[in-house]
């Protein structure tokens, strides 16, 4: 019986399980090994060796599962060809593997006993509210779930901690570097000419606000300078506060 050939995306990483793929030159046919090992009406071969995973699909069957997925409308793409359908019997939820995932729903995989399942999200068993009935949860062994959605918040919080992190430590960086330059700046004497050249600055910002003359993009710019220093914004606050105590 003529065998589907093992081989791999080359621009994957290897240990990317998506990227495996089996082939078959004469009939002009390739399929993600996910694809197959979800597929509800596909079955592994009889003859399926883990040392020799080349041997692990055979082609008529796969040519079977394709006729049958093409009866087969995707709950998430609304496309022919879904051949991954939820467990639960009672539900008429198909897929397509990857639409699956993009749909949230659970995967469940056992290798060593060759299980491999996939919960619509209304069946999911993981989640508190769901529509998985709990004879159907009698049938089966107790198998470890976790949805593609739960993974992908888990690494999505993570990155968001991790850069949230980073940013204050660089923060904590500038404000190192300034008050060490500040320091040097006393130590030199150039503190009252900065502050000289600051309040001449303030003077001028203020002479292009109280004249009515001012174009507006002049004075947009340099309410936005005032407000991005930081000192004008807290003047504002500190007096709005004095004010609502009186």
Same mark, same amino acid.
């Given at each position: 019986m003529a065998k589907m050939l093992r081989r791999q995306c080359a621009f994957c990483p290897e240990d990317e399980e998506c990227s495996i793929m089996y082939i078959a030159e004469g009939q002009n046919l390739a399929v993600h090994q996910d694809c197959l090992l979800y597929s509800?009406?596909?079955?592994?071969?009889? $003859?399926?060796?883990?040392?020799?995973?080349? /041997?692990r699909f055979d082609v008529?069957?796969?040519?079977n599962e394709l006729k049958r997925g093409r009866r087969l409308i995707c709950n998430f793409?609304?496309?022919?060809?879904?051949?991954?359908?939820? $467990?639960?019997?009672?539900?008429?939820?198909?897929?397509?593997?990857? %639409?699956?995932l993009c749909d949230d729903a659970a995967i469940e995989t056992d290798e060593v006993h060759g299980i491999y399942r996939v919960f %619509?999200?209304?069946?999911d068993p993981d989640r508190k509210n769901n529509l998985y009935d709990e004879d159907s949860k009698r049938e089966r062994s107790p198998i470890t779930v976790q949805s593609s959605s739960a993974k992908k918040k888990m /690494?999505?919080?993570?990155? /968001?901690? $991790?850069?949230?992190? $980073?940013a204050l430590r660089k923060k904590q960086e500038r404000q190192k570097v300034r008050v060490e330059f500040l320091r040097k700046c006393k130590r030199a004497g150039l503190l009252d000419e900065i502050f000289e050249e600051m309040l001449d600055t303030l003077h001028l910002a203020q002479?292009?606000?109280?004249?009515?003359?001012?174009?507006?993009?002049?004075?947009?710019e340099t309410v936005i300078s005032l407000f991005d220093c930081g000192l004008f914004e807290n003047i504002l606050a500190s007096a709005h506060s004095d004010v609502s105590v009186s």
């Open positions: 509800s009406g596909f079955v592994e071969s009889e $003859e399926h060796n883990p040392e020799n995973l080349d /041997i008529a069957s796969v040519v793409c609304r496309k022919r060809g879904a051949t991954v359908g939820c $467990e639960v019997k009672t539900c008429r939820r198909s897929y397509h593997y990857f %639409c699956a %619509c999200p209304n069946h /690494i999505v919080k993570e990155k /968001i901690a $991790e850069d949230s992190l $980073e002479e292009k606000l109280m004249d009515d003359s001012t174009p507006d993009a002049v004075y947009e």
